[in-house]
């Protein structure tokens, strides 16, 4: 039998961070002489750190240097980080934790492939971490989603082939990687947006056993 690996994403699947980096992104818009809405924020989801910056300042129309761009990316980001400092448990997602443990209870592979450069830090806060074999982040990729380096680098480190692994995501771009990279993709969130992918549920909370088996006797 080839076991089935399961791959999560991070922000929008296991924890709600987007509002976290939604509030430090616009204390930095709002810095810079400009507004920034929650609906602007939608074309940040599954984006690098990087992109999201360049994004912004062409909402903004501001120019930077490198020397003020990079100045920028590290304030963000320590904003960002006051606010995940004080997460805990309660951050976790409805039910993650009830299908991480149904995974882990039958010794099944499971990483971590999130863009975040912050993913293990926030993993320690909610107490998480422990469920996690492999985890690949923004500090282990040099593509970001909708490339599946993420994905295939997380595939190789639990050693499990591609085609045998099972990604959730909750952005078109983190789905678009997944079935680039010839996993199956289930998306987490609205069905209208991640049409592309495989399967689809608001929340965890929707998925039941029956389902989790089906997709790991799919690999017998």
Not at 4 to 21: M, N, Q, R
Not at 151 to 168: D, K, M, R, T, Y
Not at 180 to 196: C, N, Q, R, T, Y
């Amino acid at each position: 039998m080839n076991k089935t690996g399961f791959i999560f994403d991070l922000d929008g699947v296991i924890v709600d961070t987007a509002k976290y980096h939604y509030l430090a992104w616009r204390n930095l818009a709002n810095e810079l002489g400009f507004e920034f809405t929650h609906d602007q924020n939608e074309l940040f989801k599954g984006v690098s750190r990087k992109r999201c910056l360049e994004i912004l300042l062409d909402i903004g129309g501001v120019e930077a240097t490198k020397a003020q761009f990079d100045t920028w990316m590290i304030e963000k980001n320590e904003d960002y980080l006051k606010y995940i400092e004080k997460m805990d448990e309660s951050e976790i997602l409805p039910d993650v934790t009830k299908v991480l443990r149904y995974l882990k209870e039958r010794e099944l592979p499971i990483a971590l492939g999130s863009a975040s450069k912050n993913a293990k830090p926030i993993l320690e806060k909610v107490k998480l971490l422990p469920y996690f074999d492999v985890i690949v982040d923004g500090n282990n990729v040099t593509k970001a989603k909708p490339d599946p380096e993420v994905f295939l680098i997380a595939a190789e480190e639990l050693g499990v082939n591609p085609q045998n692994c099972v990604v959730f995501e909750d952005a078109q771009a983190g789905i678009k990687a997944a079935n680039a990279a010839g996993m199956v993709s289930i998306g987490i969130g609205d069905a209208k947006i991640l049409s592309e992918a495989d399967y689809n549920f608001n929340d965890f909370t929707e998925m039941d056993v029956k389902f989790l088996v089906g997709l790991i006797n799919d690999n017998k």
